[in-house]
């Protein structure tokens, strides 16, 4: 009997949230044809065209006033700059195509030595063994 009673309780709720669901959607419908009445899609069409129109406008004169402004400040272009850095390179006489030295050979004079191993603290036989494994390795 109590699980009848919950199951018609449970039915009860269902049904409420729906007509709740359907009331929310006669507003919302009737909000959205309003809306749409208000709406006036020649106008709207006419207002994105003129936006377009404009944004290519301003889009010309700024690159019009890009185009001033490297003309006043004198910025040149990368191809003009490389060879500048070029000219300077040879007038110092840096080849930038010369081959590089070969590296120094000496940079391992502060190994350490063949006898000297580092060992933990407090070492154990395991250690020993570990020590003996790796002596007969480095030979």
Same mark, same amino acid.
């Given at each position: 009997?109590?699980?009848?009673?919950?199951?018609?309780?449970?039915?009860?709720?269902?049904?409420?949230?729906?007509?709740?669901?359907?009331?929310?959607?006669?507003?919302?419908?009737?909000?959205?044809?309003?809306?749409?009445?208000?709406?006036?899609?020649?106008?709207?069409?006419?207002?994105?065209?003129?936006?377009?129109? =404009?944004?290519?406008?301003?889009?010309? /004169?700024?690159?019009?006033?890009?185009?001033?402004?490297?003309?006043?400040? &004198?910025?040149?272009?990368?191809?003009? +700059? =490389?060879?500048?850095?070029? =000219?300077?390179?040879?007038?110092? +006489?840096?080849?930038l +195509?010369?081959?590089?030295?070969?590296?120094?050979? +000496?940079?391992?004079?502060?190994?350490?030595?063949?006898? /000297?191993?580092?060992?933990?603290?407090g070492? &154990? &036989?395991?250690?020993?063994?570990l020590?003996?494994?790796?002596?007969?390795?480095?030979?």
């Open positions: 009997m109590r699980t009848q009673l919950q199951a018609i309780s449970l039915r009860i709720q269902t049904v409420r949230s729906n007509e709740q669901m359907m009331a929310s959607m006669k507003g919302a419908t009737s909000l959205l044809g309003s809306m749409n009445r208000q709406m006036n899609l020649p106008a709207l069409q006419r207002i994105a065209m003129e936006f377009e129109k =404009e944004n290519d406008i301003m889009d010309q /004169r700024q690159e019009m006033m890009d185009d001033a402004i490297d003309d006043v400040t &004198g910025l040149e272009d990368e191809e003009e +700059g =490389e060879e500048v850095v070029k =000219e300077v390179l040879d007038e110092i +006489g840096v080849d +195509g010369q081959a590089m030295g070969e590296t120094p050979s +000496g940079l391992q004079k502060n190994a350490v030595a063949e006898g /000297r191993v580092a060992e933990a603290i070492g &154990g &036989g395991d250690d020993d063994d020590q003996a494994r790796l002596d007969s390795l480095r030979r």
